[in-house]
């Protein structure tokens, strides 16, 4: 675990890392192989709002939900010739899949009664609880699959439990991480209209950002039968005139990683990619529906992966790294005599600022903790907050590291403050929380309450840094 005294350190300039160090991250060759293949999820609206139509190259009108499905059948097509190998030409299983679908629960379930939960795998047969699907038995038996999707269809059009899918969908990636073997960092492709109804669009896009923050590339397709972006360009923030679901789509999609297979395939096909820009689209032609959801096979083509670089597998790391106040130094040995019983266990990498000898360059030593570390605890407080190294060096570097799915972010509120007041911490869920949920510093507990806060904080940073 990483530790940083933020006191007495704004004069300093950031040190841009090597040359070196950035092509180790964005140039790692991680091919998919049948031992270790890429992991795809698909989150899919089916709510009542996806029986709206958009248009195709015929100039005719497709529901939105029959447009995917037949973007799905092109890009499962696509992937298994991609994947062909021998000279028996069997597709390899380079690619394994899962999807989900967010709003069931419709009219026929009203009136005959619901059969399941609002959120359902969609390529779970009939006796099997959940499935992932490795990419030779989805081509061999995409008839059987799709006709299941299909017999499925009555029971959609129901309302919009967005947040609920995303959490699921998080909790799938973890799942398939802890019990097989995956290259490169999964992807999650989202296609929806943006308009949650079991959530606001701040919640929904906070569970969309921790999924982010556990390595997962989220690509997403906000499906609109209106013009409110450029075709094939990809935005770094939105525009003045976007509807809300728009600015939530936008929100939950991945910046697109520089140099990556993501970028030179969007590139190859004339997308214009903004500085930052984010894998988000609107999508109003069937056309470029099946366009945009062809990126995610991208790390299959030659010369793939590097889009998948940075970690190869989700949880290998379990370095943690505090950011504190000099003032608030009690409550770092407190939190870390916790942590010292995972430390013992392995759990954990423990790490602090007095381990820095003197003369050493410390500040380069510090950029390179921030950016190997696993989880990136905060010790909010309001010297804390009021340092300009941490507004100015310290949060847009730990948040642009989360963003490429390198670090989560852990607040723990250790002392009252106005934090509600900074920007920045509104998508960010602090601890400790009461009952009702809302944040309450650690110092406003006492005694054995406070120690079982403490210990209740070690033991979600252990599991964090294990997911």
Not at 141 to 161: D, F, I, Q, S
Not at 339 to 361: F, R, W
Not at 420 to 446: M, N
């Amino acid at each position: 675990m990483f530790a940083f005294n933020c006191e007495g350190s704004s004069n300093l300039v950031a040190v841009p890392e090597s040359e070196e160090e950035s092509m180790s991250l964005n140039t790692l060759d991680l091919r998919p192989t049948p031992e270790r293949p890429l992991l795809l999820g698909l989150l899919v609206d089916v709510s009542g709002t996806m029986r709206d139509s958009i248009e195709n190259r015929r100039g005719t009108a497709t529901t939105r939900l029959e447009s995917f499905r037949d973007a799905l059948e092109q890009l499962i097509q696509k992937a298994g010739s991609m994947s062909r190998e021998g000279t028996d030409q069997k597709v390899a299983p380079l690619l394994k899949l899962f999807a989900y679908g967010f709003g069931f629960g419709g009219l026929l379930s009203v009136l005959f009664g619901p059969s399941g939960p609002s959120v359902r795998d969609l390529l779970a047969l009939p006796g099997t609880p959940t499935s992932t699907v490795p990419l030779d038995q989805l081509t061999s038996h995409w008839l059987e699959y799709r006709a299941h999707v299909e017999r499925l269809a009555p029971e959609m059009l129901g309302k919009t439990p967005m947040q609920e899918g995303f959490r699921v969908v998080r909790e799938r990636f973890s799942n398939e991480y802890s019990s097989d073997h995956f290259t490169g960092r999964p992807v999650l492709f989202v296609l929806s209209d943006g308009d949650p109804t079991d959530a606001t669009p701040d919640e929904v896009s906070r569970v969309a950002y921790d999924t982010k923050g556990d390595g997962v590339i989220v690509v997403s397709c906000y499906v609109t039968s209106d013009d409110i972006a450029e075709p094939r360009r990809l935005y770094a923030a939105p525009r003045e005139h976007w509807p809300q679901g728009a600015r939530l789509m936008l929100d939950c999609a991945s910046e697109v990683p520089p140099e990556s297979s993501f970028a030179n395939y969007l590139k190859e096909y004339n997308w214009t990619i903004e500085p930052r820009g984010r894998l988000f689209t609107q999508i109003n032609q069937s056309e470029v529906l099946s366009e945009f959801m062809s990126v995610v096979l991208s790390p299959l083509r030659a010369g793939l992966e590097t889009a998948t670089s940075g970690y190869s597998r989700m949880g290998e790391r379990n370095k943690v790294f505090i950011s504190y106040s000099h003032e608030d130094t009690k409550w770092l040995k407190a939190i870390k005599q916790q942590l010292a019983v995972l430390e013992a266990e392995g759990l954990v990498s423990i790490y602090e600022d007095t381990q820095l000898e003197v003369g050493e360059d410390w500040y380069h030593q510090l950029n390179e903790m921030m950016r190997s570390a696993r989880l990136g605890l905060l010790l909010i407080s309001a010297p804390f907050l009021g340092s300009k190294f941490v507004r100015d060096e310290e949060i847009p570097r730990l948040f642009a590291q989360h963003e490429q799915g390198g670090m989560k972010i852990y607040p723990l509120l250790v002392r009252p403050c106005p934090w509600e007041r900074v920007a920045w911490l509104a998508k960010l869920e602090l601890r400790p929380q009461d009952a009702k949920r809302r944040a309450k510093p650690i110092s406003t507990f006492e005694g054995p309450a406070r120690e079982q806060i403490l210990v209740d904080v070690a033991n979600e940073i252990a599991d964090l840094v294990k997911r």
